[in-house]
């Protein structure tokens, strides 16, 4: 065997990403692959790097992101990146970026697309998916991209009035759409089942999308109809979905959202392993008790507290409180809500212990849900990652750090078919991050939410040195 490579990383304890314990090992990297992991001191290599007391594992796979823009206008995806990320799941809640529609303009959510790096006027301008990923090919991001068709984009396109059902032409539409995003690669579906347009939609117009994406061996993953009161009765209705279009599940971003709804995780767990028994089923989540997304009216009233991360009309009032800029102004919430729109924002409304149960279950995977448009993005955008080995490993103890970088890495990759990817193996696609297991942490934060994390030391992607701090 040829003892040489390009990148030799030596002397650090090797999580795997399976969910295995660390082990002593170095790590060669040959081009774009890693090709030997073990005790390989006798080796040479162009760059040898020395990482004794850190950890190196697979790259980090963000279960769940809206960087469908970004990975196309920032190819470097820097808030990413720096996080240890090297492959982003883009096209979740429903919202892809192609097919191209007229409706989208300023309806919830569709205005997440319109941040600072948005094209205005709102962002889905592919009139087809085939021409969205030629989008991704052309513009070479640094990260892989995983890619989701979403169900509130479709009815944007074919749908005069989208606060009804499909009729029977309208879905035929729809799954054509489908047809053509899954045959020219697409990897699933999505449906953002809780935000205006998608709600009016029934299970069945679900299913028949569900369907054809099954027949190409897509996933679907869901922000559920209901993540408050009626998160149990959401969490059947996806799995009904499942059962009956006979595909993998992922309920996105999953939360006990609002105080009445707290404490439901202790419910929904078992209920999600009692689907789990006959269908495959899994969970993302971002390690925050507060949410964020279009600013709602109607989602403002279930919120402790409610941030601006960004608004068209008035930009400055990102990082201000809505209750506080109300008082201001001299008007009510609502008036606010109307005078910052098309705005986004951050809720606080989820609980510590609810956050934590679901993040210590087997099935869940991490994803950040970042929304990269904003001029105050909720910190999720920038501190995800290492978040959970800092604040949920190191600090809290709620899981282990074998199991953190599995969340992130091997489990991610099952759920999504990926090959060669999320477990550092001989023949695997170099994606590598090397940390400071002691003192890896984020440092965004509500009121600086774009900075650098600490201890992610170096990312490497297909074999590329990307980020090194
Ligand atoms: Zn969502």
């Given at each position: 065997m040829e003892k040489n490579c390009d990148i030799l990383i030596k002397g650090g304890t090797v999580f795997d990403g399976s969910g295995?314990?660390?082990?002593?090992?170095?790590?060669?990297?040959?081009?774009?692959?890693?090709?030997?992991?073990?005790?390989?001191?006798?080796?040479?290599?162009?760059e040898i790097v020395d990482v004794a007391g850190k950890a190196v594992a697979?790259?980090?796979?963000?279960?769940?992101?809206?960087?469908?823009?970004?990975?196309?206008?920032?190819?470097?995806?820097?808030?990413?990146?720096?996080?240890?990320?090297?492959?982003?799941?883009?096209?979740?809640?429903?919202?892809?970026?192609?097919?191209?529609?007229?409706?989208?303009?300023?309806?919830?959510?569709?205005?997440?697309?319109?941040?600072?790096?948005?094209?205005?006027?709102?962002?889905?301008?592919?009139?087809?998916?085939?021409?969205?990923?030629?989008?991704?090919?052309h513009a070479q991001p640094w990260v892989h991209v995983v890619t989701l068709v979403g169900h509130n984009t479709l009815r944007a396109a074919v749908m005069d009035d989208l606060f009804?059902?499909?009729?029977?032409?309208?879905?035929?539409?729809m799954q054509a759409h489908v047809e053509e995003a899954m045959s020219a690669g697409a990897d699933g579906f999505s449906t953002g089942l809780a935000y205006p347009p998608g709600l009016p939609a029934p299970t069945e117009e679900v299913i028949a999308l569900a369907e054809v994406t099954a027949s190409h061996g897509?996933?679907?993953?869901?922000?559920?109809?209901?993540?408050?009161?009626?998160?149990?009765?959401?969490?059947d209705e996806t799995l009904d979905i499942g059962r009956r279009a006979k595909l993998s599940v992922v309920i996105s971003h999953h939360k006990c959202s609002g105080k009445v709804a707290w404490g439901l995780s202790k419910q929904t767990l078992p209920r999600i392993d009692e689907g789990a028994k006959t269908q495959e089923v899994h969970f993302d989540l971002y390690p925050y008790t507060a949410s964020s997304t279009g600013l709602m009216a109607d989602w403002v009233e279930e919120a402790?507290?409610?941030?601006i991360a960004g608004s068209e009309p008035v930009p400055e009032a990102a990082g201000r409180d809505l209750a506080e800029l109300a008082a201001e102004w001299g008007c009510t919430v609502p008036e606010a809500v109307e005078r910052l729109h098309p705005a986004r924002a951050i809720y606080f409304k989820m609980d510590e212990a609810d956050l934590e149960r679901i993040l210590a279950h087997?099935?869940?995977?991490?994803?950040?849900?970042?929304?990269?448009?904003?001029?105050?993005?909720?910190?999720?955008?920038?501190?995800?990652?290492?978040?959970?080995?800092?604040?949920?490993?190191?600090?809290?103890?709620?899981?282990?750090?074998?199991?953190?970088?599995?969340?992130?890495?091997?489990?991610?990759?099952?759920?999504?078919?990926?090959?060669?990817?999320?477990?550092?193996?001989?023949?695997?696609?170099?994606?590598?991050?090397?940390?400071?297991?002691?003192?890896?942490?984020?440092?965004?934060?509500?009121?600086?939410?774009?900075?650098?994390?600490?201890?992610?030391e170096r990312v490497i992607i297909g074999g590329e040195v990307r980020y090194e701090h």
């Open positions: 295995t314990p660390g082990v002593a090992a170095d790590v060669a990297v040959e081009g774009k692959l890693i090709t030997a992991v073990g005790d390989l001191a006798d080796w040479t290599a162009r697979p790259g980090f796979i963000d279960a769940h992101t809206h960087d469908d823009l970004a990975v196309i206008e920032q190819p470097e995806l820097r808030y990413k990146v720096c996080q240890g990320v090297t492959t982003v799941v883009v096209g979740n809640c429903g919202l892809s970026p192609a097919p191209l529609g007229p409706r989208q303009e300023d309806i919830a959510p569709f205005t997440i697309f319109r941040g600072k790096d948005a094209s205005p006027g709102g962002a889905p301008r592919y009139p087809t998916f085939g021409a969205y990923l030629d989008g991704i090919k009804r059902p499909a009729n029977g032409d309208e879905i035929s539409a897509g996933i679907y993953c869901t922000h559920m109809r209901d993540e408050g009161l009626g998160l149990l009765d959401s969490i402790e507290r409610v941030m087997p099935r869940c995977m991490i994803g950040s849900d970042g929304l990269p448009g904003d001029r105050h993005p909720h910190p999720r955008l920038w501190g995800t990652f290492p978040r959970v080995l800092g604040r949920y490993v190191r600090e809290r103890g709620v899981i282990d750090l074998a199991t953190a970088v599995h969340k992130m890495t091997g489990l991610t990759a099952r759920v999504f078919g990926l090959e060669r990817r999320g477990i550092l193996a001989p023949g695997n696609i170099a994606d590598v991050v090397v940390f400071d297991p002691e003192t890896v942490i984020d440092r965004a934060d509500y009121e600086n939410p774009v900075r650098l994390p600490d201890g992610i």
